[in-house]
């Protein structure tokens, strides 16, 4: 299956403060989604960007296909932005995401 | 719309019995996926159906097992529970001829004692 990998796993920001994640795949996808997951494990949608830049609020990503890489940003970030943030990538006709190891970002009042 | 349900929420169960877990998807979607979430493993997907049709199983053993009805729920099933079953058990949702976008239910939380 493909492999994704996320980084940093840990992130620790000051309020106010700008972050990129980034996440890492190992062959070409046509699905690639970016979720928040809330503290009681409910995986809330942020983007679905298989390719191309997306924006919504303060959060925008981008995802260089021909690379294999992805982008999440952050900007002027809120403590309710604590939480794990992961990224899933689909291959073509394979019914299903991988999903990376998550990245924990803990925001600071 | 609404979103994912998912029942129960929280489960309780002992070594050796089985347990069914249930989940109801965004009304339209017809494809629902099972992933099990653990802190070791992390998120693994289970497996995907689409019209009552098993597409693609992860790797888990036999006694996980599920279904799909024709307005599109779906079951899950394991039997002969064992600890290390312990877990959060998500169903997703998605309408593939529109965008594969993949809507996440609460999750079921499985406890084995």
């Known amino acids: 299956g493909i492999q994704v990998e996320q980084s940093p796993p840990d992130l620790i920001l000051q309020e106010g403060a700008n972050s990129t994640l980034r996440c890492n795949f190992s062959?070409?996808?046509?699905?690639l989604q970016w979720f928040h997951q809330n503290p009681w494990g409910q995986l809330i949608n942020l983007f679905y960007?298989?390719?191309g830049t997306k924006q919504n609020g303060r959060l925008s990503a981008t995802t260089v296909a021909t690379e294999r890489y992805s982008l999440l940003y952050i900007s002027s970030s809120q403590t309710t932005d604590s939480g794990v943030y992961f990224c899933?990538?689909?291959?073509?006709?394979?019914?299903?995401?991988?999903f990376g190891a998550g990245t924990t970002v803990t925001v600071r009042a | 719309k609404a979103g994912v349900t998912q029942t129960p929420r929280y489960l309780i169960k002992t070594r050796g019995q089985q347990v069914t877990l249930s989940c109801s998807p965004i009304s339209g979607h017809r494809s629902v996926s099972w992933y099990q979430q653990t802190p070791g493993q992390g998120l693994q997907f289970l497996f995907e159906y689409f019209s009552e049709t098993q597409r693609n199983k992860g790797n888990f053993p036999g006694r996980f097992s599920g279904r799909q009805f024709s307005n599109s729920r779906s079951e899950m099933n394991v039997s002969t529970l064992e600890l290390g079953d312990s877990a959060l058990y998500l169903c997703a949702s998605s309408d593939p001829g529109v965008v594969d976008t993949q809507y996440f239910g609460p999750g079921t939380r499985l406890t084995v004692l």
């Open positions: 062959d070409s996808v046509n699905n």
């Open positions: 960007i298989p390719s």
């Open positions: 899933a990538v689909g291959g073509w006709n394979d019914y299903k995401l991988s």
